[in-house]
């Protein structure tokens, strides 16, 4: 039984039954299926469908928002804004996907030579709980543009945002088998990845469990794409719009309750302005507020299960046992919930856990830094590479970009994840990409075709 427990008062709220190992074989089979006719439409009509599930999204979000809220925590607002990114994503490839997937034609000793991307069939998306929406149609929206099926096995703790998710596409017309959830407990999905019949998988979640999933794939010799944590730098550099910088990377650090892979989790400063940086940080840090989700007035709320609570405070308590100070929070509250306070860490240095781990709460934690190299130096001093923030002289910034070894770099922005961009990370943090113009090339097999006779010599 997979149960959902709300994290704002740890009352159970939803209990779903596990698929047996028939059901999952049905599912794999209806996609089977499906894929035969699917991978023959046009993308007109691909797009058509695609259309009516964000119409259908954006015509249900108060009902669809809550169940994110109820389930993991999310602040109703923010859940809200899930939705409507998520029908973004459909719309966006269902508008894109054909011109992203046209053929390539390449001079060679052929009449005619060039290269077409055809689908491949069924792709497994093994989903986590932290964007319960935007995480399974950024696996989705490309995929099925480009042909394929796809089978989502979502995070155990969130089965009603499943059966919503998959209620969009049944609402919207979809044909039987396009788009399925398995209801599965993580250790089941090993199987399911080694089925012959799945082409592709596609897995967001922790380094480790990227590792796991790229094995089994690797071992059975079928693509995935990961992507993984992070524990993404921020550098303010001296000439930087201060007040600007220090309200985006709040937002950036307090987003889902600071559980997000790409928000700003190392706040890498210049040594000239680090003190002005800590003040404006603990300002607008200790102006936020922590409460009940469902409220339109809360910045942040629970942390989703009480384990990822107990991980991040021992974190914390680490870090301050080995020297660095802390401006606010960092103690557990009382009551109900698995709430942790908004907590800013200061004077972090290399060697330190908060540093060296990926904080997956309201965890802020500032680092100085001697001057633009050294911070280059701090950035990249890290096993993940996700993404990363420069805050500077906009022709600095750029030109300091190809320094960092992150898949992604906002120059005096939020960085984000959006529909037209790809994304993806380096090192511990991933392989392959999603989104944009590279993130649909991922499951497609693209075919070489030759046609003679050859060109004369």
């Known amino acids: 039984m997979l149960k959902a427990v709300n994290p704002a008062t740890g009352e159970t709220v939803r209990e779903t039954s596990l698929d047996s190992e028939a059901d999952v074989n049905a599912k794999i089979e209806a996609s089977v299926a499906a894929f035969q006719k699917w991978k023959k439409t046009s993308f007109a009509e691909r797009a058509k469908l695609l259309k009516s599930v964000a119409a259908y999204m954006r015509e249900h979000v108060e009902t669809l928002a809550p169940i994110m809220t109820e389930e993991m925590g999310k602040p109703i607002k923010e859940a809200h804004g899930e939705v409507a990114k998520s029908a973004l994503c459909a719309d966006h490839y269902a508008d ?28 497994l998306g093994i989903l986590p709980w932290n964007a319960p929406f935007w995480l399974a149609f950024r696996f989705a929206a490309p995929s099925l543009m480009a042909g394929n099926t796809c089978l989502m096995k979502h995070d155990p703790h969130v089965p009603g945002c499943a059966e919503a998710i998959v209620e969009c596409f049944a609402k919207a017309g979809a044909p039987e088998g396009l788009f399925q959830a398995l209801y599965l407990e993580t250790p089941s999905v090993e199987a399911v990845i080694r089925d012959d019949r799945i082409r592709g998988v596609s897995f967001t979640g922790s380094s480790k469990g990227g ?5 089994i794939a690797g071992s059975a010799i079928k693509p995935a794409v990961l992507e993984l944590g992070g524990s993404d730098p921020s550098i303010v550099l001296a000439d ?38 800590e003040a404006l940080m603990r300002e607008k840090l200790s102006a936020l507020k922590v409460g009940d989700p469902r409220e339109t007035t809360t910045d942040v709320g629970a942390i989703a299960r009480p384990d990822l609570r107990d991980q ?4 914390v308590q680490t870090t301050i046992s080995e020297g660095a100070d802390c401006l606010l929070g960092g103690e557990l509250p009382d009551g109900d919930g698995y709430f942790y306070p908004v907590t800013l860490l200061s004077n972090v240095k290399p060697d330190m856990c908060a540093f060296n781990e990926e904080t ?10 001697r001057d633009a190299d050294h911070a280059l130096e701090l950035a990249n001093d890290t096993r993940y590479g996700l993404a990363a923030s420069i805050w500077t002289d906009t022709d600095r910034g750029e030109a300091m970009a190809s320094s960092i070894d992150t898949g992604q770099v906002s120059i005096n922005g939020i960085v984000k994840t959006d529909p037209r961009l790809p994304s993806g990370g380096t090192k511990a943090s991933g392989l392959g990409r999603e989104l944009g113009p590279h993130g649909i090339l991922e499951f497609v097999n693209a075919q070489q ?9």
């Open 96 to 123: 894109h996907a054909e011109g992203y997937l046209s053929r390539q034609v390449l001079e060679s000793d052929a009449s005619l030579s060039y290269v077409q991307h055809l689908p491949i069939g069924p792709i």
């Open 211 to 215: 590792s796991a999933v790229a094995g």
């Open 240 to 277: 930087a719009d201060l007040d600007k910088a220090t309200d985006v990377l709040t937002l950036s650090r307090i987003i889902n309750a600071g559980q997000s892979c790409i928000a700003a989790k190392r706040i890498i400063i210049e040594e000239s302005i680090y003190d002005k940086v």
């Open 312 to 315: 991040l405070h021992r974190q």
């Open 360 to 369: 997956f709460g309201p965890v802020a934690v500032l680092v100085r830094a």
């Open 449 to 457: 075709v030759w046609i003679g006779p050859a060109k004369p010599a």
